[in-house]
């Protein structure tokens, strides 16, 4: 059986380049204070020998991981079920790769996972996290600043102390729920219904008030509660029927919702949008190409946000500074995209 081949050491790379162990150690962790000629030997030797820097004696020198948690406040089967999810994980990825650093992915099934996640990322093995899917009873944002991790969330926390403290990443819910409901209003429909979100999501409530800026006081049994799901959709579209059989547009919170409405209103026979107009939230393309008639929704840039939420926090932890209590948070425009839904 042959022998192991060893890894090469920090003492091996500084003799190929003919320098201290120190100086090695100083290049490979991004030390200042090398002249450039001696970083670019190191640099050789480390190329031509292979070498790979132990993260664990990596981490006592820079106090840094390389490693970011990403907290999802879902259940998993929501989470793989829901293209929102990957869409803004991708972005979240491709940043924190451009800087090397390495994505932990967090999941809470429940209450109890969350103690568990918070001792996580308390015992230091993760420079920060980046939370999103928050409800506003959620105790999560309270144990992670227990655990004193730097934080970016992902869309408007729910909670106020008076101060702005967290950062955060959104897009404008309010304004472009104002907008799909204004182009149905242009459309000449009258009976507009609303089908929510979980209300304990901000973006889910902002959208609501965002129908309620336009519509003003519209009759409440338009307004049907859901659970940003497709079956949520296909519940709240067939109680919107049964309520109001008059209904000539429907604004769903969010694309899985409308899809689900969609298939009730094909069911039901009514034709989409000659008898009842119907708009989505996100834009999400895997969704938008199975309805029949193609979606008019609002686009939100669901990659660019988890691409930001990641350059937060690395750029707070460049600083070395929390990533609290600047104002950097973001929110990112809308675009209502028209298609033949509405």
Request: hydrophobic share 40%; charged share 25%; aromatic share 4%.
């Given at each position: 059986?042959?022998?192991?081949?060893?890894?090469?050491?920090?003492?091996?790379?500084?003799?190929?380049?003919?320098?201290?162990?120190?100086?090695?150690?100083?290049?490979?962790?991004?030390?200042?204070?090398?002249?450039?000629?001696?970083?670019?030997?190191?640099?050789?030797?480390?190329?031509?020998?292979?070498?790979?820097?132990?993260?664990?004696?990596?981490?006592?020198?820079?106090?840094?991981?390389?490693?970011?948690?990403?907290?999802?406040?879902?259940?998993?089967?929501?989470?793989?079920?829901?293209?929102?999810?990957?869409?803004?994980?991708?972005?979240?990825?491709?940043?924190?790769?451009?800087?090397?650093?390495?994505?932990?992915?967090?999941?809470?099934?429940?209450?109890?996972?969350?103690?568990?996640?918070?001792?996580?990322?308390?015992?230091?093995?993760?420079?920060?996290?980046?939370?999103?899917?928050?409800?506003?009873?959620?105790?999560?944002?309270?144990?992670?600043?227990?655990?004193?991790?730097?934080?970016?969330?992902?869309?408007?926390?729910?909670?106020?102390?008076?101060?702005?403290?967290?950062?955060?990443?959104?897009?404008?819910?309010?304004?472009?729920?104002?907008?799909?409901?204004?182009?149905?209003?242009?459309?000449?429909?009258?009976?507009?219904?609303?089908?929510?979100?979980?209300?304990?999501?901000?973006?889910?409530?902002?959208?609501?008030?965002?129908?309620?800026?336009?519509?003003?006081?519209?009759?409440?049994?338009?307004?049907?509660?859901?659970?940003?799901?497709?079956?949520?959709?296909?519940?709240?579209?067939?109680?919107?029927?049964?309520?109001?059989?008059?209904?000539?547009?429907?604004?769903?919170?969010?694309?899985?919702?409308?899809?689900?409405?969609?298939?009730?209103?094909?069911?039901?026979?009514?034709?989409?949008?000659?008898?009842?107009?119907v708009i989505g939230?996100?834009?999400?393309?895997?969704?938008?190409?199975?309805?029949?008639?193609?979606?008019?929704?609002?686009?939100?840039?669901?990659?660019?946000?988890?691409?930001?939420?990641?350059?937060?926090?690395?750029?707070?932890?460049?600083?070395?500074?929390?990533a609290t209590g600047?104002?950097?948070?973001?929110?990112?425009?809308?675009?209502?995209?028209?298609?033949?839904?509405?």
């Open positions: 059986m042959s022998e192991a081949v060893s890894r090469p050491t920090l003492e091996a790379v500084a003799a190929r380049a003919g320098v201290s162990r120190a100086t090695v150690s100083r290049v490979v962790n991004g030390g200042d204070g090398v002249r450039e000629p001696l970083v670019e030997r190191v640099r050789q030797a480390v190329e031509e020998l292979g070498y790979v820097p132990n993260q664990a004696a990596r981490s006592l020198v820079t106090k840094r991981h390389d490693a970011v948690a990403v907290v999802i406040a879902e259940p998993e089967t929501r989470i793989f079920t829901d293209p929102f999810f990957a869409l803004q994980l991708r972005g979240i990825s491709k940043e924190l790769t451009a800087h090397d650093n390495q994505l932990v992915l967090l999941l809470t099934e429940g209450r109890d996972d969350h103690t568990r996640v918070a001792r996580y990322l308390a015992g230091g093995h993760v420079d920060g996290a980046l939370v999103f899917s928050l409800h506003l009873d959620d105790p999560l944002p309270g144990l992670i600043e227990g655990a004193g991790v730097p934080t970016v969330f992902g869309g408007r926390p729910g909670w106020s102390d008076g101060s702005n403290s967290a950062v955060y990443v959104d897009c404008d819910n309010r304004g472009g729920a104002q907008d799909a409901v204004r182009h149905l209003v242009g459309l000449g429909r009258r009976r507009i219904a609303h089908i929510t979100g979980p209300l304990d999501q901000t973006s889910a409530a902002d959208r609501l008030q965002g129908y309620r800026d336009v519509m003003g006081e519209p009759d409440p049994r338009l307004v049907v509660l859901s659970d940003f799901t497709v079956g949520g959709g296909e519940r709240a579209m067939g109680e919107l029927l049964d309520r109001c059989p008059d209904v000539d547009a429907v604004f769903a919170a969010n694309d899985l919702t409308a899809l689900g409405a969609l298939r009730v209103l094909r069911e039901r026979g009514r034709r989409v949008p000659e008898d009842v107009a939230f996100d834009d999400v393309l895997p969704v938008t190409e199975q309805s029949a008639p193609s979606l008019t929704t609002v686009r939100q840039d669901i990659e660019e946000m988890g691409r930001l939420m990641a350059r937060l926090l690395l750029r707070a932890l460049t600083r070395g500074k929390p600047a104002p950097s948070s973001l929110i990112l425009p809308t675009t209502l995209v028209r298609r033949a839904s509405a």
